[in-house]
C-alpha cells in the first residue's frame, strides 16, 4: 500500500485510519460531510506532530537569534 513504507504505517496514517475506524463506529453522526468530524479527525493527527513542530520552530527561532548577533 503507498502508505506502507518499509512494512509499517506512519504515525500519521495511523491516526487518520484509528479516527476514520472509530468514527463508522459511531452512528449518532455522518461519517462522511460532517465537518465537525474532520476536523476531529485533523486534530488527532496534528496532535501527534505539535512536539516535533514546536521543536523545528524553536530551532528556527535560535538560530536566527544567533545569526543576528554574529551580525
Same mark, same amino acid.
Given at each position: 500500500?503507498? $502508505? ?38 485533523? $486534530? ?20 536566527? $537569534? ?6
Amino acid at each position: 500500500m503507498p $502508505w506502507r513504507r518499509n512494512g509499517h504505517r506512519s504515525a500519521a496514517t495511523s491516526t487518520l485510519a484509528l479516527a476514520v475506524q472509530n468514527r463508522r463506529g459511531d452512528s449518532r453522526r455522518a461519517a462522511v460531510g460532517d465537518e465537525k468530524g474532520l476536523r476531529d479527525i485533523a $486534530w488527532a493527527a496534528a496532535k501527534q506532530h505539535l512536539p516535533a513542530a514546536i521543536a523545528v520552530g524553536l530551532m528556527v527561532l535560535a538560530a536566527a $537569534w544567533v545569526l543576528r548577533r554574529r551580525g
